[in-house]
């Protein structure tokens, strides 16, 4: 596995990613870093792993409510058959969002699993 470091709110971090991962890691290191960044500069919370704990909670319920509309065109959709070319190209997209979305939590989860900590 490779390791590549990065910054999150000016913290280096060093993250196991696997082959071929590296993009998809380094966008959810942004979006980490942009809702940490956001709750900081909001001024409300200072501490460090109050505000990741706030961010994690905050993007989880973001792919929630994504997974959750995902979820419900994928029964709308087993309901009444695509019949066009773009329908079924509607719902093969909603799938793959769904395997990307699983795909990040597994790797995060291993790129935060290695020392027991958040942050």
Same mark, same amino acid.
């Given at each position: &596995?490779?390791?590549?470091?990065?910054?999150? &709110? +000016?913290?280096?971090?060093?993250?196991?990613?696997?082959?071929?991962? %590296?993009?998809?890691?380094?966008?959810?290191?942004?979006?980490?870093? *942009?809702? &940490?960044?956001?709750? !900081?500069?909001?001024?409300?919370?200072?501490?460090?792993?109050?505000?990741?704990?706030?961010?994690?909670?905050?993007?989880?319920?973001?792919?929630?409510?994504?997974?959750? *509309? *995902?979820? %419900?065109?994928?029964?709308a959709a087993a309901v009444a058959p695509p019949e066009t070319p773009q329908a079924v190209?509607?719902?093969?997209? *909603?799938?793959?969002? %769904?395997? !990307?979305?699983?795909? $990040?939590? !597994?790797?995060?989860?291993?790129?935060?699993?290695?020392? +027991?900590?958040? $942050?």
């Amino acid at each position: &596995m490779k390791q590549i470091e990065v910054q999150i &709110m +000016g913290q280096s971090y060093l993250l196991g990613c696997p082959e071929g991962g %590296e993009a998809q890691l380094r966008e959810a290191v942004e979006r980490v870093d *942009t809702a &940490m960044c956001r709750i !900081r500069d909001a001024g409300k919370v200072r501490a460090r792993d109050r505000i990741a704990v706030l961010a994690s909670l905050n993007l989880a319920f973001d792919l929630g409510i994504q997974l959750a *509309t *995902t979820a %419900e065109a994928a029964a709308a959709a087993a309901v009444a058959p695509p019949e066009t070319p773009q329908a079924v190209a509607q719902l093969a997209d *909603t799938t793959a969002d %769904e395997a !990307r979305a699983a795909d $990040l939590i !597994r790797r995060l989860d291993q790129a935060l699993a290695g020392d +027991g900590h958040l $942050l």
